[in-house]
């Protein structure tokens, strides 16, 4: 044909053409490749090399040699295993074309998880999670085997590693399956390695004695208190109080001596660490740069920090943080892009400070316990918390001797607070409010104690409490102030005092006269200059209030008002100016709409669903695995607001019925602190406040058995016993949760009972002198003796009434 060049002209250049297409029909598998390839039994990396490897060493060959050690044999024995030096080290896999896996076995330290990824492209972008290999340090120490089936996945890339751990990771064996092997794991070929080396711990510690035990202990000393004071209840009742009254009192002040020792759990601290590392790092960084850090760029700059470390970039970019301004769980990613946002807030100096310092704590947790540090909910000291906070942290850099001493500060809080305890209300008092204060469960120890300045407030809530039983009102209420200025929450301890000022000031009334009438004023005087003056009806009224009210309420009120007077604006200094009390509020609200599992109070109780329990809605899959949990619970509160603030009435009726016939000062603060459940919802370790709550045992022996009580069903809750009935059958319906988020919920219900329990005792039952240090009775004075001491005004039986 004319034009056409002849077929032999032509295979040259097919035969180019071929060539250049031969290598991507090899490299590029066809699209019913995979589905066309059989899925065996077989080992799809046995003795394959690692396309690429990251922080590893040894001998990579072993990984995939089809052998494994002696199980249980020794981690770094080098004949057999493989390192990875650091947490973000890993070995990849080419699997020649794309395969369907559904099976891995590991052997690897028994201590540490490893993770493992799949990608059907070679970019870092492709790889996801495929599972996570846990630690099976229970099964003993030492190179351990695990078998892990997985859903078919399409991969051709497999990645193993970024560990998890004691910062020593090895494999020793590492196997991919597209169909599992029968049996499971398979029967191989095992090289014998030298047995793990099991450090044992010293003989003179505590073997047996550890934060379960701890826990238990504490329980079974709250019933032994809790039996001893109704015992002596019933003897009183029976007309034989001095009954054994010396052993008695014996047992209730060893009861206080072991109580105070058992909160530091015997010297054991956290088994055996003293300093709790997590909650100091927040506390000690937030305060110490707040200026740079405010409240919600805490986790952001640590990451960055963080990855401008050797060998630790790509650990920051698989780790999940929480977004302190929204409290959800998210990536790093946005983070990383761009650091300016972090790092433009501090100078340079400031910078290197602070990447000092998080090395600090860094190098303190493990990889694991540092990265779930990153998922708290921040730093949340007060303005006012920063004026100590703030300068006790920028008194040096980070480093062990620094912390060490700045975490004594607390302990000597505990000492305080006991010492004025026993100035104020007596050894008998001090006693049951340490066991109390020891035996609860929700604030042991675990939470913050060994920490950095997280029991001031307590202190000042407690020694409020104690000046003003000792007629300091106004230096009482200047420490209950600030204490509500340290952790706000104390603020509901004023509901007592203020109840009775509205009380005096609407007037008592007479017999005839119904509670709901106010008393009359008394006329304003007539022809007086005083009368002729600007605002003279209003300062009328004014005084006319003021003259009804008990005026030792009044200087609680004051004492309150010039701890905010003072200490307010001296908090400007240390916290931003205004900026940082906008940034406070936001922050406070964010948490307030913010359920966690370990939260407490009335609040939690209604809104308290099975359906909506933690076993029911919580999902380890999803970016922010409790965030479905945490919707559930705030759309459920708006629903039931109306029934709340039901409960919220009673609780305030009970309250006033409960303190009209117990008018001391000190009696309606430590009631008043009965509404701090009531009105706010709280974290489980400020339950400490029911040391102060527990004095109203110096007025009735009752308050403090129920209060022992109560802590004794926290550590029985705790244990539910009942998880060792059978899983099925007719027991299976009396298995208590163990899901913390119903555990404190029950545990809210015993407390809101055994404050209405105690305000009924007040309420409904005759008042009754201190029976607990009330001195030796004096023998009757003669009728004329009698009628000497009588005070023609009555003032001094009046205040003695109150």
């Not at 055994?754 to 240090?773: H, R």
Request: charged share 20%.
């Amino acid at each position: 044909m004319p034009g056409c060049k002849p077929l032999t002209a032509r295979l040259p250049l097919l035969a180019g053409a071929f060539t250049l297409l031969l290598p991507l029909l090899l490299a590029r598998p066809a699209a019913g490749q995979m589905s066309s390839a059989e899925c065996g039994t077989d080992n799809l990396i046995a003795g394959r090399l690692p396309s690429a490897q990251q922080d590893a060493h040894g001998d990579v060959r072993l990984v995939t040699d089809g052998k494994v050690a002696t199980e249980g044999a020794q981690w770094d024995t080098t004949s057999v295993v493989e390192f990875l030096d650091t947490p973000a080290g890993s070995l990849t896999y080419d699997l020649g074309v794309v395969r369907s896996v559904s099976a891995f076995l590991l052997q690897a330290d028994a201590n540490d998880s490893y993770k493992v990824f799949g990608a059907t492209e070679n970019t870092p972008s492709s790889f996801k999670l495929l599972t996570e290999i846990d630690s099976v340090v229970a099964q003993g120490h030492g190179l351990r085997i695990r078998p892990v089936r997985i859903e078919p996945t399409a991969v051709r890339y497999i990645r193993i590693g970024e560990p998890l751990g004691d910062n020593s990771y090895s494999i020793s064996e590492f196997q991919v399956f597209c169909q599992a092997p029968n049996p499971f794991p398979p029967k191989l070929p095992v090289i014998a390695a030298p047995a793990a080396k099991v450090i044992e711990a010293p003989w003179y510690e505590f073997k047996w004695f550890a934060n379960d035990e701890s826990s238990r202990f504490e329980m079974g000393l709250a019933i032994v208190a809790c039996l001893l004071l109704f015992w002596g209840i019933r003897l009183e009742k029976q007309g034989r109080a001095q009954y054994l009254a010396k052993l008695r009192d014996w047992f209730l002040a060893g009861i206080g001596v072991v109580s105070f020792l058992c909160y530091f759990n015997f010297g054991q601290w956290h088994f055996p660490n003293r300093i709790h590392q997590w909650d100091t790092f927040h506390y000690y960084v937030g305060s110490k740069y707040f200026k740079e850090l405010s409240y919600d760029r805490l986790y952001e700059c640590v990451a960055v920090a963080d990855s401008e470390a050797p060998g630790l970039r790509r650990r920051v970019e698989l780790r999940k943080v929480m977004n302190l301004r929204t409290n959800m769980m998210e990536g790093t990613q946005h983070i990383l892009a761009h650091p300016e946002e972090c790092k433009s807030h501090f100078s340079t100096q400031r910078w290197a400070e602070f990447t000092r310092d998080v090395a600090h704590f860094r190098g303190k947790h493990d990889v694991k316990r540092w990265e779930e540090a990153q998922t708290d909910h921040g730093y949340n000291g007060s303005p006012v918390w920063n004026i100590l906070g703030t300068w006790l942290s920028n008194t040096g850099p980070a480093n062990d001797g620094q912390i060490d001493w700045l975490t004594w500060i607390d302990p000597m809080f505990i000492v305080g607070l006991t010492l004025m305890s026993w100035w104020a209300f007596g050894w008998r008092t001090t006693a049951v409010a340490l066991a109390v204060f020891a035996t609860n469960f929700p604030s042991r120890f675990y939470w913050t104690g060994g920490a950095f300045l997280r029991w001031d407030w307590l202190f000042y809530f407690v020694g409020g409490v104690c000046l003003i039983k000792k007629e300091r009102n106004v230096l009482g209420g200047f420490f209950l102030g600030y204490s509500t200025l340290l952790r706000i929450f104390p603020l509901f301890i004023f509901t007592g005092p203020l109840l009775m000022i509205a009380v005096q000031m609407w007037g008592k009334g007479s017999p005839d006269r119904p509670w709901w009438k106010p008393e009359p004023l008394p006329p304003p005087p007539d022809n007086d200059a005083e009368s002729r003056r600007p605002f003279a009806p209003i300062s009328h009224v004014v005084k006319a209030l003021i003259a009804r009210t008990d005026r030792r309420y009044l200087a609680i009120v004051l004492g309150a008002a010039l701890a905010a007077a003072t200490l307010m604006p001296l908090s400007l200094i240390t916290s931003n100016g205004v900026d940082g009390y906008k940034a406070f509020v936001f922050n406070t609200r964010k948490h307030k709409e913010t359920p966690l599992t370990n939260h407490m109070g009335l609040r939690t109780v209604v809104t308290y669903s099975p359906s909506e329990a933690g076993r029911s809605l919580q999902n380890g899959h999803d970016e922010d695995p409790w965030g479905v949990w945490k919707r559930a619970k705030v759309a459920t509160f708006k629903r039931r607001v109306p029934l709340y603030l039901l409960f919220v009435a009673g609780f305030v009726a009970m309250l006033f019925a409960a303190l009209r016939n117990n008018t001391d000062p000190w009696i309606t603060c430590a009631m008043g602190s009965m509404m701090i459940p009531v009105g706010i919802e709280l974290t489980c370790y400020y339950y400490s406040f029911l040391f102060a709550t527990t004095f109203l045992y110096s007025k009735r022996k009752e308050a403090g058995a129920i209060m022992l009580g109560v802590t004794a069903a926290t550590g029985f809750i705790d244990w539910a016993p009942t998880k060792y009935l059978p899983t099925t059958g007719p027991f299976a319906n009396f298995r208590m949760s163990q899901w913390l988020d119903e555990q404190y919920m029950m545990m809210s219900v015993v407390t809101l009972v055994g404050f209405v329990w105690i305000m009924y005792e007040f309420a409904m039952k005759p008042s009754l002198p201190d029976p607990v240090e009330a001195p030796v009775k004096a023998p009757p004075r003669s009728p004329s003796s009698a009628n000497r001491g009588k005070s023609s005004s009555g003032r001094g039986g009046n205040r003695r009434r109150r």
